[in-house]
């Protein structure tokens, strides 16, 4: 990253056809198999033995057609007679991808199991099995519940790992509602029932796909009809959530019905409210946060000062930002980029364009480098504050170190030399935003031209050159 100049500083898979695959897997096998030994009679020390035959390569299934998979994987096995699970697990897996019928990939690996008597299903060859029946599952569960039964059936007994790859793969194929259902069966045997990671995962799924009152219904129910209790990364879950819809007050509560149910709240759940709080601009209800913190004997984190110091100095009371990031010295925090790039934000917001500078002068000084959002940050502000030299200093670093443009600072930046009568030097920034890609060229050029009419107006009305 460049030094701040001087004058700156102020005071793929691929289905492969039956005579392909075949001929691929003949010529797999090396040489010294297939021809006699020529040192003088004696057998070579290093041939390999057909236990010892490297496996034949991957293969994908064109089309879901049963008879033609059969005919595939037959004539695979005469020609590689000793495939292991492995190989045979991934050859259900792959015509599973394609058949849109269970059935048809039971009935594929009944064949499998008879051509090849040496293969036999484990588990994974059930949670395949299972995983396909989740993808498209009818709406009484009956093809998940044929599934289930034929493990239990074949000694494969369903535990609480294929709990788990059930409900992800219901999850993962958009059908949360059918995982639901599922888990609230699955819950009612011990030995499926699920664990905390299972049970968290659909609550996550849920609050992102459904309604906050959907997840708290479910956990509700879990908990008064299944005993599958709540903890807390399940409130983690939930306050994230309200959090980042900006339902403070909500967060709060939960907040309260945590410590009710006997857990105590950590840093991470403490500075995700904190970081609710800021992104409205409520600086001071952070704080408030931070002292509970104290209160309670939390010890606050480098992300809990970056949090309260980016908050802070958001609304507009950057002076207490500023003694923060001595308090976090004194319990081994030292600032680093995000908290210096926040305290340049605050400054820049309190019109102090040049003490942001001077800040980013004493970061470099400290040995921390500055990242592209520092700079964007320091030449919007330099801009408006009407401190265009260094500005365009500042710009030329930029450039120097091949930094992309921000679309706030590129307009600011449009703005200020255009309002200086340096039109020449704004298309030039335009070139170098849409060479960058720092913009698309579309963005880039509307920003151009909605400031160009800007000009001629403030022309009009004398506020600019």
Known sequence: MGKLPPSLRTGKNIAL?????????????????????????????????????PPPPPITFPSSDISAAKTLFTSLTKHSPLLNNRFC??????????????????????????????????????????????????PDLSNINQTLTLMASKGA?????????????????????????????????????????????????????????????????MKSGFDVKPDLVTYTILIDNVCNGKNLREAIRLLDVLKKEGFKPDCYLYNTIM?????????????????????????????????????????????????????????????????????????????????????????????????????NTLLQGLCKARELDKGVELYGVMKENEMKLEAGSYGAFLRALCRDGKVAEAYEVYDYAVESRSLTDVAAYMTLESTLKWLNKAKEQGLAV
Do not use: W
């Open 17 to 53: 056809p039956l005579q392909s695959l075949l001929k691929n897997v003949q010529s797999s096998v090396p040489e010294s198999e297939s021809k006699p030994s020529s040192h003088h009679g004696r057998k070579n020390p290093k041939s390999i033995t057909p236990a010892h035959r």
């Open 89 to 138: 697990n991934s050859v259900l897996d792959s015509f599973s991808s394609v058949s849109s019928n269970i059935q048809d990939s039971i009935t594929f690996l009944n064949h499998m199991t008879k051509i090849l008597p040496s293969f036999t299903p484990d588990k994974s060859s059930y949670h395949i099995l299972l995983s396909q029946s989740c993808t498209k599952p009818d």
């Open 157 to 221: 007994q369903p535990d609480k790992v294929a709990t788990d790859i059930a409900i992800r793969a219901l999850c993962g194929s958009g059908h949360e509602d059918y995982a639901v259902e599922l888990i609230k069966k699955l819950s009612q045997v011990e030995f499926t029932k699920p664990d905390t990671y299972t049970y968290n995962f659909l609550v996550k799924r849920l609050v992102k796909v459904q309604s906050l009152s959907s997840a708290s219904l479910f956990i509700n129910e």
């Open 275 to 375: 970081k609710g709080y800021c992104m409205l601009s409520y600086g001071g209800e952070a704080l408030r946060v931070y002292k509970k913190m104290i209160e309670e004997k939390i010890e606050p984190d480098l992300v809990t000062y970056n949090t309260l110091i980016f908050g802070l100095s958001k609304s507009g009371k950057v002076k207490e930002a500023i003694k923060f990031v001595k308090e976090m010295a004194k319990t081994g925090h030292f600032p680093d980029v995000v908290t210096y790039t926040s305290l340049m934000n605050g400054l820049c917001r309190d019109r102090n364009a040049l003490g942001a500078l001077e800040l980013l002068g004493e970061m470099e000084s400290k040995g921390c480098s500055p990242n592209e959002c520092t700079y």
